[in-house]
């Protein structure tokens, strides 16, 4: 399917809980773009095809290259991972098309190497398109956070290793469903409350118990109710960083993903004395997709 007709073509990144989709030109360039919530879970059973087309209604009948989960089990076809070392090249030659629908999916990347295993879909065409660009070394570690967060080693411009943490959704979940929920409505920034939960979770290896402790403090006025998202959030971070670290080295550490996340990070990163570097994931994301299309003519 070739995907730099004249008429161009669709770029979606169709994740879990939402989907951002652009059409670009024959030359890359985004001419129009949506975002909305219906990720792959908002899909009834056979409903992708009509979803897809929700899609080509707001942005043109045009032919769709789609990453994320949308390639999953629960997802529109699964497309199989690649393992690691995994590159462009690998992702392109590997896509699984959608017979009668124009569309092919990007298949995610594995790690498998003795009792470790881990898998990724969507991170991967944002970590590759950034190399691509120019905007991360081939032998760069990155963190990717999101409802997942991502660190990743690259050798030689592709994927080498990764390693997942589930922060996101963890925080997430604390705030709709645990005893917690009343206290993390606030929205997080960093600031004095974030950078002390940080520090809480770099230094000690209590998490549960300090959760718990958060709620404690609250209750007896030790600690201001306003201040609990964002220590709680620094709390979750910090304990991720040490999952992270020891696969960094001494190198560079880029922070990728939406803005409201890297900063976090970022700052979290200072903290622990290692400065980070961020790039937007979307503009990564379209910088993938454009390099796909490339291999696909």
Known sequence: MGMRRKEGFIAVDWGTTNRRAWRLDRGGAVQAEMEDDRGIIAVAKGGFPAAAAEIRERLGDLPMLMAGMVGSNRGWVEAPYVPCPAGLSELASNLCRIDGQRAAVVPGVAFDAGGEADVMRGEEVQLLGAHAEGWIGGDATLCHPGTHNKWVRMAGGRIALFRTVMTGEIFNLLREHSILADLLAAPVEP???????????????????????????????????????????????????????????????VVMGRPELTRLFSAALAIAARPAREVDGDVAFLAGVRHLAELLR
């Open 191 to 253: 600031g004095p409350a974030f950078d002390a939960g940080v520090r809480h979770g770099l230094e000690r290896d209590d998490l549960t118990a300090e959760l718990f402790s958060v709620r404690a403090r609250a209750l007896l006025g030790k600690a201001p109710r306003d201040e609990a998202s964002a220590y709680v959030s620094g709390l979750l971070v910090g304990a991720d960083l040490k999952v992270g670290l020891p696969l960094a080295g001494d190198g560079e550490i």
